[in-house]
């Protein structure tokens, strides 16, 4: 089982609809997750992180953590079509602070 | 605060050629990586570093060296380029603590023909 897994997509959401992002890992000890945006081209920028299980709302973006079942996952409300991007879910390991990455989902908004 | 800095931005290289990808940060993090990322595909882990004198090979080491002689700087070594590694490379960093992120240089393309 690879540390981190995404499913690749491409994921096709209509604009103005939620988008919904997945992310399983494997280590059951890791602490911290994070979610990344990857425009074409550009350097992986941090969306937001989140180490509590439960809800973690930052404006149209929300994250859920769910330790027991090794899920964390994304939700875009009010998709855009600026959001269209790969998403890269990030987990540090409890072992160490190595930070593995995921291999990203492709997110297209349709306008 | 700089971050990390990546050096060149644009490289073309011939076959056979040797270069070194410099990567800087100015945060004091332990924790410094090399991926490499193909057209529409995901990063993958060329090797990564723990502290300075300790690197360790990622999924796709081969073609590649690296060095940490210091806390700041983590550079990458191509030594007889193939066109296999024509990529865009970039480098990040992390620190401890369990909100602190890894951040990421802007890239460096490298083609090589």
Redesign the interface.
């Known amino acids: 089982q690879k540390e981190v897994e995404q499913n690749s997509g491409p994921l096709s959401v209509p604009e103005g609809a939620i988008a919904s992002l997945n992310c399983t890992y494997s280590d059951r000890g890791s602490q911290s997750f994070f979610w990344y945006r990857q425009y074409s081209g550009k350097s992986p920028e941090l969306i937001m992180f989140i180490y509590s299980n439960g809800d973690k709302e930052d404006g149209r973006f929300t994250a859920q953590l769910n330790k027991a079942s090794q899920y964390v996952s994304l939700l875009i409300r009010d998709s855009q079509p600026s959001d269209s991007a790969t998403y890269l879910c990030a987990v540090r390991m409890n072992r160490d602070d190595k930070i593995i990455f995921g291999k990203g989902t492709r997110l297209h908004i349709l306008p | 605060n700089a971050g990390v800095t990546q050096t060149p931005k644009f490289r073309i290289l011939k076959i056979g050629q040797s270069m070194t990808l410099q990567c800087t940060q100015d945060m004091n993090h332990?924790?410094m990586y090399w991926?490499r990322q193909d057209p529409g595909?995901?990063?993958k882990?060329i090797y990564?570093s723990?502290g300075a004198g300790i690197t360790d090979k990622g999924e796709v080491p081969n073609g590649y060296n690296v060095s940490r002689s210091t806390t700041e700087d983590f550079p990458l070594r191509l030594e007889l380029a193939a066109p296999s590694q024509t990529s865009?490379y970039?480098c990040a960093s992390?620190?401890?603590?369990?909100?602190t992120?890894?951040f990421?240089?802007?890239?460096t393309r490298l083609t090589v023909v």
């Open positions: 332990n924790y991926y595909m995901g990063l882990l990564y723990v865009v970039f992390n620190g401890r603590g369990l909100n992120e890894a990421f240089g802007q890239g």
